[in-house]
C-alpha cells in the first residue's frame, strides 16, 4: 500500500480555504438558497498567481452573502516552522486587515483563530 504524502502546514491551509470556497452551498449560515450561492472567482484559483487573492475573495463572501468568516487553524504552529508557513500567516493577516479596513470599525467581519 502507497504512502500518500501530507501536504506542508500552508498548502493543508490553503487548500481547505479552497475547498470550503468551492462548496459555499453546504454552508448553512448563508441567507442564500444553495441554488443561488456562486461567486465571481475560481475558487480552486484563490491565492494563486492567477486567482484571486484570500482578501478578495473573503471579501467577496461578506459584501454578498453579509456574514463573517471566521478560519479556525488547529496545529497553528506548525506554519511557523517554514517560510512558506510564515508566508500563508502574513498572507491570512493581510487579508484580515484588508477586510477590516474596508467595514466600518464596529464590525469586525474577519477572524482567524
Do not use: C, H
Not at 484588508?98 to 466600518?104: F, G, L
Request: aromatic share 6%; hydrophobic share 45%.
Amino acid at each position: 500500500m502507497p504512502i500518500r504524502a501530507t501536504p506542508p502546514p500552508s498548502e493543508a491551509v490553503l487548500s481547505k480555504v479552497r475547498e470550503s470556497l468551492a462548496d459555499l452551498s453546504r454552508l448553512s449560515f448563508l441567507k442564500a438558497k444553495p441554488s443561488a450561492v456562486s461567486l465571481q472567482f475560481d475558487a480552486k484559483q484563490v491565492g494563486t498567481p492567477t486567482g484571486v487573492s484570500l482578501a478578495q475573495a473573503f471579501s467577496e463572501i461578506i459584501a454578498t452573502y453579509d456574514v463573517n468568516v471566521v478560519l479556525i487553524i488547529d496545529e497553528i504552529q506548525e506554519l511557523l516552522r517554514s517560510e512558506a508557513g510564515l508566508n500563508q500567516l502574513a498572507a491570512l493577516k493581510a487579508a484580515r486587515d484588508a477586510v477590516t479596513a474596508a467595514w466600518s470599525p464596529q464590525y469586525r467581519r474577519i477572524s482567524v483563530m
